[in-house]
């Protein structure tokens, strides 16, 4: 079975070539059908005016009944503990214990009226 695009607004988008499987949409939205596998298509517009690139991570978000993808933050590159260190100021003042963070941290939950 092919997947295929159908738009959810045919009076308002444009037409689609059932022959060779190509969208002319010119909205953001459409429906796709689930495959087998699992599997959906994205429209061509839509890669395209999102620019996405073939092997692009995508993460997926559930929201109740609905499924939201969203470009993947890029990775970060590496850097080396002394790039790290050279980023980072070095702490100015006395040691502060867990205890002491721990404390600080309540007392800021408790101010704002939080736990």
């Known amino acids: 079975m092919h997947c295929c695009v159908t738009p959810i607004l045919p009076e308002t988008w444009g037409p689609i070539d059932r022959f060779t499987g190509k969208t002319y949409l010119t909205n953001m939205n459409a429906r796709t ?5 699992g599997q959906i298509v994205i ?3 839509i890669r395209d005016a999102l620019q996405l690139e073939p092997g692009e991570f995508l993460d997926i978000v559930r929201e109740g009944r609905r499924i939201v993808l969203q470009a993947a933050e890029p990775a970060r590159g590496k850097i080396s503990y002394a790039e790290f260190r050279r980023r980072i100021p070095r702490h100015e003042g006395p040691a502060v ?5 721990n404390s600080a941290v309540d007392a800021m939950f408790t101010a704002k009226g939080r736990e």
């Open 33 to 37: 059908r689930l495959s087998s596998k």
């Open 43 to 45: 429209p061509k517009d």
């Open 97 to 101: 214990t867990i205890e002491e963070m």
